[in-house]
């Protein structure tokens, strides 16, 4: 009798690779590890990074590729499990995904160090980029936690997609809320630039993503 096992090799090394990543951030940068846990319930973290290298801090470069993994395999499997696909099929994609997501984040944050020098608000966008960064990093910890959930312990649970889907939107609107209220001030001296930021790599990236997906 035929049996169709499906191979979930390379996915397990990509989250021991994620716990590798964990480990290593733990261990030479326990203050910023245990500080950066608390993210949604104490602004700590931002607070005594501000003081830092910010986006080339060796932890936030930790959690930024964390990020981008796991992010990229959560993708990557709630769209097989939307097609209701194996999630062996076109495994290449997974790459696709990592370089589409690296290609997004690092254009994004060049048009915004750019947006920045330009307009000569480069302390706005400094600190909206790092603070924002932070909160897509924790997004990485949800996204971590839904891939083992949905790969292992519910397998092809599409209910379990769509939690963790929505823990990550409550997750970015916290940061967005503490990000306003902590750069009230900086942003009422810099409305325009600030409005112009929105418009332009806020707003126009998401209606150009949804503009794709209904076409």
């Known amino acids: 009798m035929y049996r169709s096992i499906t191979n979930l ?3 397990t090394a990509i989250l021991i690779l994620s716990l590798l990543l964990l480990s290593l951030g733990k261990y030479f940068f326990k203050g910023s590890f245990f500080n950066f846990i608390i993210l949604p319930f104490n602004n700590k973290y931002i607070t005594l990074q501000r003081k830092k290298g910010k986006l080339f801090q060796g932890f936030h470069v930790i959690m930024s590729i964390f990020q981008v993994v796991n992010l990229a395999l959560f993708i990557f499997v709630a769209q097989n499990l939307f097609q209701k696909q194996p999630l062996n099929v076109y495994t290449d994609f997974y790459l696709i995904i990592v370089g589409s997501l690296l290609v997004y984040f690092l254009l994004k944050i060049g048009l ?9 608000n ?5 600190e909206l980029i790092f603070e924002k960064l932070s909160y897509f990093n924790y997004g990485g910890l949800i996204a971590f936690l839904g891939n083992i959930l949905v790969i292992y312990v519910f ?7 769509y939690l963790v889907i929505l823990f990550l939107l409550i997750m970015n609107g916290i940061g ?3 990000i306003l209220r ?5 942003i009422v001296g810099n409305t325009f630039y600030f409005i112009l930021y929105l418009c332009t790599l806020e707003i126009s990236p998401i209606a150009i993503i949804i503009s794709y997906l209904n076409s």
């Open 176 to 178: 967005m809320i503490k």
């Open 112 to 120: 915004q160090m750019g947006n920045g020098y330009f307009f000569e």
């Open 182 to 186: 902590n750069l009230q001030k900086l």
């Open 155 to 161: 397998p092809g649970s599409i209910t379990t997609v």
């Open 122 to 126: 480069h302390a706005l966008m400094a």
């Open 9 to 11: 090799d390379w996915m």
